[in-house]
């Protein structure tokens, strides 16, 4: 259905994709692997005319084609999701998917009550249960995830390009779109599927075709290959990642939550947290696992002073009662929160990678891009392998794995006496993964405390000492590391 040949694409300084070769099939879905930066993105914004000055020849159904556009691609109906969310925070659901393609009456004036009908059996069939008058910015990053799908699926396109679309949604949430993908399947739809997780590749993907550092190393059907096949095609060397078996050693308990309530934005009678306790020890990894929409996040807001209207409970540190009212309270107390929404809250894209590294630990007038700060970014560039010509590019040139690298890199450059970690390696190649794995374990070691908020299971697994699962704004149940089972995890989630 869809060919790239010979292609070559490169930026200022980088050669992102060399010579590559792709073939995708109708009715199937074709995926693309590879770690972070190898030129994934790239080369699907290649084939959906965000890029036009490339080498090489792309073909729809046997046609040359000439995308110098991306209207000519829409047209030629290929639909792309991208990996870094495209919807306009301020304008509604209905708005958001209608965009540039709005329906009108002969005079000009809106459709609008047919736009909302659309819009709400879109929304019915990606199950998102929301009204289409509600503002994308008071969506949640997964509940934007399925709004972009909703939007690939009103341009009826023939080919869906999906650049990691499950990166943001939980384990119901992705069951969930791929359902919907079997349904493009046997409707004769191109899928074109980007993932880190391997998991669910080997569920829905068909074909595979590996690329390493801008060059295409192997294709082939995915029933024919094994997890560790492709994790050593992709990385060129063997990664595992284990649950931990045992907890770290009992030290003194350095936050206490107690009776943590926090009461809806919209309905005052309602909360949506209700008699949260819990206490994090010293050098402790604490993991909380839920759905999406358990109130993970939330409560991470409210340890981090960022609702301190609309919360009642006690915190306290060290022993000493405490009260935020501003994220910089809380920061001057030790604590760091690495949110989940990279592009919204976690980085200023257009600034460089060493003044993001830098912005939380200088004074604002310390900001001046001195070699010292262009020495502690290296240092970092290093440590998480960020990949970079140099730490003078900027965040939105980077791949969208190492922008979530620098990300953490900002918070770990705290030294926080307690790391907030929501969500911290989505979108983070397996390889890069073990070793972030590895940097968090190094800063619990040293007496750090770590709060750990993941919708993956094995991550949870990996690195908790102790697990907290929530469900509906409770804590449901408590396991330690070792007696935790993906099973019971489930299970009081749901
Ligand atoms: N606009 C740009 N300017 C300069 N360099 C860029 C630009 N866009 C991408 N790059 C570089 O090209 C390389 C490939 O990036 P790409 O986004 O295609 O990676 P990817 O395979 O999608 O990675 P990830 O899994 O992290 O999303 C990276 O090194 C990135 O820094
Ligand atoms: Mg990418």
């Given at each position: 259905?869809?060919?790239?040949i010979?292609?070559?694409k ?7 994709l ?15 692997l ?5 030129g ?25 084609m ?21 919807l ?22 809106l ?5 909302e ?14 009204d ?15 709004i ?15 650049d ?19 349904e493009?399947?046997t409707?004769g ?16 993907a ?27 095609k ?28 926090l009461?809806h934005?919209l309905?005052k ?7 949260i306790?819990f206490?994090?020890?010293r050098?402790?990894i ?21 609702v ?11 022993g000493k ?18 949110t ?33 700060e ?18 003078d590019?900027?965040?939105n ?7 979530q ?15 907030i ?5 989505r ?8 070793e972030?794995?590895?940097?968090i374990q190094r800063?619990?070691?040293s ?5 750990l ?14 697990i ?12 330690s ?14």
């Open positions: 259905m869809l060919e790239a010979n292609i070559s490169s930026f200022p300084g980088v050669k992102v060399d010579k590559v070769n792709f073939l995708f099939y109708p009715g199937k879905v074709n995926a693309i590879g770690e972070n930066g190898a994934k993105s790239t080369l699907l914004k290649v084939l959906t005319g965000v890029y036009c000055d490339f080498e090489g020849q792309i073909r729809l159904h046997g046609e040359n000439q995308f110098k556009h991306i209207k000519d691609a829409q047209h030629a109906g290929i639909a792309i999701i991208h990996q870094e969310l495209n306009i925070p301020s304008l509604s659901i209905t708005e958001n998917l209608f965009l540039g393609r709005e329906l009108h009456h002969s005079l000009g004036v459709r609008t009550s047919e736009m009908s659309v819009a709400r059996s879109l929304l019915r069939r990606v199950q998102l249960e929301k289409p008058s509600t503002l994308v910015k008071n969506l949640k990053v997964g509940e934007q995830q399925l972009e799908i909703a939007k690939a699926l009103l341009a009826n396109a023939g080919v869906i390009l999906m990691e679309p499950t990166s943001a949604l939980s384990d119901s949430e992705i069951d969930n779109l791929h359902r919907i993908i079997q493009l399947k409707e739809k191109t899928i074109v599927y980007i993932s880190h997780k391997m998991e669910e590749l080997f569920r829905i068909d074909y595979y075709t590996v690329l390493r550092d801008g060059i295409t190393v192997e294709a082939g059907e995915m029933k024919a290959v094994s997890e560790a096949h492709l994790i050593r992709m990385v060129g060397r063997e990664v595992v990642i284990r649950p931990k078996g045992q907890k770290c050693k009992e030290s003194s308990t350095i936050l206490k939550v107690a009776n943590l309530h009461q934005p309905v009678a309602k909360n949506v947290l209700h008699d306790s206490e994090l020890k050098g402790e604490l993991g909380f696992f839920g759905l999406m929409g358990a109130g993970r996040t939330e409560l991470m807001e409210c340890l981090f002073g960022m301190p209207d609309r919360m009642s409970g006690m915190l306290a540190i060290d009662p405490c009260q935020f009212n501003s994220p910089k309270d809380a920061i001057s107390q030790g604590l760091a929160f690495a989940e929404d990279r592009k919204m809250e976690g980085l200023v894209l257009g600034m460089d990678i060493s003044s993001n590294i830098s912005l939380t630990t200088l004074k604002v007038t310390e900001l001046l891009n001195t070699d010292q262009r020495q502690f970014a290296q240092d970092y560039i290093r440590q998480l392998a960020i990949k970079t010509p140099s730490e590019q900027f965040c040139n980077l791949s969208g794995g190492n922008q690298k620098v990300v953490l890199a900002k918070w770990l450059a705290t030294k926080p006496q307690i790391l970690l929501d969500e911290p390696t979108g983070i190649d397996i390889n890069a993964k073990s972030i794995y590895e940097l800063l619990a070691n007496g750090k405390s770590i709060i908020v993941s919708s993956e299971i094995p991550e949870i697994l990996a690195l908790s000492d102790r907290l699962v929530m469900a509906e704004g409770r804590i449901t149940a408590e396991f590391a070792g007696e935790a089972r993906e099973d019971d995890l489930l299970k009081y989630a749901i």
